[in-house]
């Protein structure tokens, strides 16, 4: 990639230029060249190019951009520490501010290496920790599979592929981004082992309960098979997450009764969890039975009986969302021993829209047949 350079002279010139310009500008720096070499001046001028910045000349965006070519015909040994002296300044200054331009620069530091330079990770979190502070992660490439073809590419050890996961599920669930982020999420506690699990105790727990809060998911289940989640058995969070894994709406409540003061600290809605609870049970009595009365309808549901038929229609084409044949697929492989549900039970179009319900159940004598 062509990186737009200050103006089109040899890099001993180019590094004059920029410093009599920055110094123009009230920089305390000397406008002569140092005898170290391109990389000593880049150094110092990288050191002073805060007041270029604080600027609103139009010549800013190429000054900065000539930096950033100086940078690129460097040898790679000699640019490590000076890129993460560019990224640190353009990630922590005035921070909000000039969002557009700090993102320019980093995305044309980024594009213009070599794709397997290591340093092409610092660049990267850089982008992201700025793309996240002005709501514009869209622009920044987080497919998970591209992201862990660059974590092989730049050879990234263990604390660095975490760092990276861990700051780019953050951008995403700032960007209100719920999906792709509970799956980088699950890439990064799955990237755990039985010896460093515990060191994800806090990224378990947030995932948990931003999973339970998300009104669009429905499947928990894979969550207790990660590591550092399963570090956390014993734990109320765990117990709770198990609920809603593989229990009915009593236990939720139960759960509740007791432990009031634990869902309010974790941030949760006890209206939203009944109301997910009550769909999780549903769901599963459709599984386990080919008939439900409606008295056990609203036993089970703990809902009065001239709401069960409207909690029926409502439920069934209000989740569209819900993937019964993961569902359906998750009750037949489920590691929870205890679970009920009968193995082998088919429902036909369980979650159909409304205008299809007559595919979806009927009403028979005293309840609904499946």
């Not at 000076?82 to 993102?103: A, T």
């Amino acid at each position: 990639m062509s990186v737009p350079a200050f103006i089109d002279i040899t890099e001993e010139d180019q590094a004059s230029e920029l410093r009599a310009y920055i110094k123009s500008k009230g920089a305390d720096i000397s406008e002569e060249n140092s005898e170290g070499g391109l990389h000593v001046d880049l150094a110092q001028i990288i050191e002073a190019c805060d007041v270029c910045l604080k600027d609103d000349d139009k010549d800013v965006e190429s000054v900065m951009n000539s930096i950033v070519s100086l940078l690129l015909i460097l040898e790679t040994e000699k640019q490590e520490a000076l890129i993460e002296s560019l990224c640190e300044k353009l990630v922590k200054f005035r921070e909000g501010e000039r969002p557009s331009l700090r993102m320019q620069l980093l995305s044309n530091l980024f594009h213009g290496m070599d794709e397997n330079t290591p340093v092409r990770y610092t660049v990267f979190c850089s982008l992201i920790k700025v793309a996240a502070t002005c709501n514009a992660i869209t622009f920044i490439p987080t497919d998970l599979d591209q992201v862990r073809k660059w974590i092989i590419d730049w050879n990234l050890d263990t604390e660095k592929k975490h760092t990276l996961l861990r700051l780019v599920y953050e951008a995403l669930v700032d960007c209100k981004k719920s999906e792709p982020a509970a799956k980088v999420m699950v890439e990064l506690l799955g990237s755990y082992t039985e010896d460093n699990a515990s060191q994800a105790r806090v990224d378990a727990h947030r995932c948990i309960v931003r999973a339970l809060k998300d009104p669009n998911t429905f499947l928990f289940d894979h969550l207790l098979t990660l590591k550092p989640v399963r570090f956390l058995e014993g734990e109320l969070i765990h117990d709770l997450l198990t609920i809603f894994v593989s229990a009915k709406l009593a236990a939720y409540v139960k759960f509740y009764q007791s432990n009031k003061d634990f869902i309010d600290s974790l941030g949760l809605s006890h209206e939203q969890n009944m109301a997910k609870m009550r769909l999780l049970t549903f769901m599963g009595m459709a599984v386990e039975f080919k008939e439900i009365s409606f008295d056990t309808m609203q036993q089970e549901l703990q809902i009065g009986a001239d709401d069960v038929e409207a909690f029926v229609i409502d439920g069934t084409s209000a989740s569209p969302q819900i993937d019964f044949l993961q569902w359906k697929k998750k009750t037949h492989s489920s590691h929870d021993k205890e679970n009920k549900y009968k193995q082998g039970t088919t429902v036909q179009c369980l979650f159909m829209k409304q205008s299809s319900m007559n595919h979806m159940c009927h009403v028979s004598k005293g309840g609904f047949c499946f």
